[in-house]
């Protein structure tokens, strides 16, 4: 499980927790250091795909020039 969020300066965060830990243990994920800054007012999604045995995450966000932009991450 992944959690994106705006953090300090704007800055594109996300905290991930897996699943073969048991108990599951959060920990920053490595998005973070994109240093994608995003528009104050952004919202964040995103979307999990597995397609031909390759697993996507696709993030949707509103960067600091007011563009819909979005990063694909491939897992």
């Given amino acids: 499980m992944r959690i994106y969020y705006l953090g ?3 800055i594109l965060h996300e ?3 897996s699943s073969d830990v048991r108990p599951s243990r ?3 994920g490595s998005l973070r250091k ?3 800054i995003l528009d104050p007012t952004s919202s964040i ?3 999990w795909r597995s397609h ?3 697993e996507e995450i696709k ?3 509103q960067g600091q ?5 979005h990063k694909e991450f491939i897992k």
């Fill in 8 to 10: 300090h300066r704007n």
């Fill in 26 to 28: 959060w920990k920053l």
């Fill in 45 to 47: 999604t995103a979307v």
């Fill in 15 to 17: 905290y991930a927790a």
């Fill in 52 to 54: 031909n045995y390759r």
């Fill in 65 to 69: 020039c007011h563009h819909l932009l």
């Fill in 59 to 61: 993030i949707f966000y």
């Fill in 34 to 36: 994109l240093k994608i």
